[in-house]
């Protein structure tokens, strides 16, 4: 059971390459198919989440690996739906862009001396609930304004995110560590 958080975690990564790999399959459901891998992918999120936090099975393993599966199955997604033409693919780079840099500052922070990892923040958590509803939207109805402007509002929460990181960078920047747990970051 101590396991469990990580080898949903590791069930997620390996859901990553499947959903385009459904997505563009041909097969007459495959969209509908590739959202069921999407909805499986984000319950073993918000599972693994939970399990390690409740039952205290939080390892360092799971805190690196559970942003990473996060991070990339939304690139994937978001990747998949602009090369359809479901989605603009500057919503794509955006949030490309964002999270490389998330990756590339998170990565050189953590191999500080001080290995810093900075928190989670409520932008962060809405943009993921956010996508988490509107990835489904676009799948099933693309092209309706209305699903676009959630996608809109998820950028938005995702730019705030990044201001708010960048800010608690800042802050506590050579004060000493600030080691968490970033498993929810986003």
């Given amino acids: 059971m101590k396991h469990l958080p990580n080898i949903l ?39 693994d989440g939970f399990i390690a936090r409740r039952f205290h099975f939080v390892s360092k393993v799971g805190t690196v690996l559970d942003p990473l599966a996060d991070k990339l199955m939304l690139l994937v997604v978001l990747f998949s739906l602009s ?11 955006f949030v490309a862009v964002k999270e490389s840099f998330m990756i ?18 409520i932008y962060g958590k809405l ?36 201001i708010q990181y960048a800010r608690h960078y800042f802050d506590t920047h050579g004060k000493g560590t600030c080691a968490i747990d970033d498993r929810d970051a986003e």
Avoid: C
Avoid at 31 to 39: C, G
């Fill in 9 to 47: 975690t590791v069930l997620r990564l390996i859901l990553v390459p499947v959903f385009p790999l459904v997505y563009f399959s041909g097969h007459p459901r495959n969209q509908l198919l590739a959202l069921a891998v999407y909805i499986v992918a984000s319950i073993t999120d918000f599972l």
């Fill in 83 to 93: 090369v359809s033409g479901a989605l603009p693919l500057w919503v794509f780079l």
């Fill in 104 to 121: 590339g500052t998170g990565t050189y922070m953590y191999f500080r001396k001080e290995q810093m990892v900075i928190p989670s923040n």
């Fill in 127 to 162: 943009a993921t609930v956010l996508f988490f509803i509107a990835i489904p939207l676009v799948i099933l109805w693309p092209g309706v304004p209305a699903v676009f402007g959630v996608i809109m509002l998820a950028l938005l929460l995702k730019l705030l995110a990044l």
